[in-house]
């Protein structure tokens, strides 16, 4: 009989997969890092609700285009594209201000004028995306797909709800709960736990999180520690883009705070992948303590 639940939130792009091979994809390099350790997994039952099939179905009922259909598009906007668009714009001035790029080399990138900079300008935007793909390690493809998904959730309130509706079942349980999440997973997995008032989270990781974000926090408002909630162990890369900052007082003020570590080294591509968030030993000690704490 199983004495506790680990619940895995997946992030974008996971479509044409299903829940077992989520949990293979995931558990593989958990199970290897633990080693010897892994029994502690025994008696634990793995649930992975899978949404990703939805989420695609969803974007085509809503006919949202790609997101570089957005990239390229004329002037003719409809409305919900132009807050994306300043969403998208926001995000990247962000990326730019962390990774030292100066306006400056924008400017030399497109040689736009002074009074034309600012994330609400396209042309200005697309020049961030420019300089920014010149950076090893930075891929302004991904990061966009990355922030519409995220964007859609946050905005489009018929796909939070049925992307609620298919993972927040899988906290209802009896059992002690640990929870490890990922990307778009970890914006999830917050909205649903922050207004849950039933059920016990022991734990919760967040890894490769955008939460940090100044316009993921303001889209989450008011944000708080979810009550149901015990421990929360936040992990980054400080190169993965997508989890630009960490979950502390400046970015996600909440109490009890955020426990955070920016030391993973990511070997996969974009240092974003899933698979180098859970073969990391910090990370990993994280939820072997939370594991044998049940």
Not at 105 to 117: D, H, S
Not at 134 to 147: A, N, Q, T, W
Request: net charge negative; charged share 25%.
């Amino acid at each position: 009989m199983a004495k506790a639940r680990l619940i895995l939130v997946h992030g974008r792009a996971q479509q044409g997969k299903s829940e077992r091979a989520l949990i293979e994809e995931w558990m593989t390099p958990l199970r290897d890092t633990l080693g010897a350790r892994a029994t502690c997994l025994d008696d634990v039952e793995v649930r992975a609700p899978f949404y990703g099939d939805r989420l695609m179905e969803l974007l085509a009922q809503l006919g949202e285009p790609e997101p570089g259909d957005i990239i390229v598009r004329g002037p003719q906007l409809y409305d919900a594209e132009a807050d994306y668009r300043a969403f998208l714009g926001a995000y990247l001035d962000e990326i730019r201000t962390q990774e030292g790029v100066s306006e400056e080399q924008v400017v030399a990138e497109a040689g736009i004028a002074a009074l034309e900079r600012g994330p609400q300008n396209w042309p200005w935007v697309l020049a961030i995306i420019r300089t920014l793909d010149k950076i090893p390690g930075i891929d302004g493809d991904m990061i966009e797909r990355v922030l519409r998904d995220v964007w859609i959730y946050l905005e489009r309130r018929t796909v939070r709800k049925e992307i609620d509706a298919i993972v927040a079942p899988a906290f209802d349980t009896e059992l002690p709960v640990v929870c490890v999440a990922h990307s778009l997973g970890t914006v999830v997995a917050y909205h649903i736990l922050r207004d849950r008032r039933h059920g016990a989270v022991a734990h919760l990781t967040t890894v490769g999180s955008p939460l940090g974000l100044k316009i993921c926090r303001e889209a989450l408002a008011p944000i708080a520690h979810p009550k149901v909630v015990g421990s929360w162990h936040n992990a980054r890369d400080r190169r993965d883009v997508v989890a630009l900052y960490p979950l502390d007082a400046s970015h996600f003020p909440i109490e009890p705070t955020v426990a955070n570590y920016d030391g993973v080294w990511n070997r996969t591509p974009n240092a974003h992948g899933i698979s180098g968030y859970v073969n990391d030993h910090r990370v990993v000690d994280v939820l072997h303590r939370a594991l044998v704490a049940l």
